[in-house]
Nanobody, 112 residues
């Protein structure tokens, strides 16, 4: 059974940092492309960063960095120099065995 569990969200001031985690079970993260999405209030889910099975990564927000720890079977999103517009629910995603798998999301709020 594939499961993704996000954590690490919370309240942060502008300019601050957060690291989100996505713990996976039921499959091996290093064998699949993993993705972070964000969904801001009133908007659809938008792509934030991806990491492929070979470890190559694409960060669509230059203040963010995606990574993974194969030993922990966990993916991360390091968010730096955060801005008000980073306020969103962040979801991790994997396409495993022909199915889209999503975590429950973790809320990130940037506020002074």
């Amino acid at each position: 059974q594939v499961q993704l569990v996000e954590s690490g969200g919370g309240l942060v001031q502008p300019g601050g940092s957060l690291r989100l985690s996505c713990a996976a079970s039921g499959f091996t993260v290093s064998n699949y492309r993993m993705i972070w999405f964000q969904q801001a209030p009133g908007k659809g889910r938008e792509l934030v960063a991806t990491i492929s099975s070979d470890g190559s990564d694409i960060n669509y927000v230059d203040r963010f960095a995606i990574s993974r720890d194969n030993a922990k079977n966990t993916m991360y999103l390091q968010m730096n120099s955060m801005k008000f517009e980073d306020t969103a629910v962040y979801y991790c995603h994997a396409y495993v065995w022909g199915n889209n798998s999503w975590g429950q999301g973790t809320q990130v709020t940037v506020s002074s």
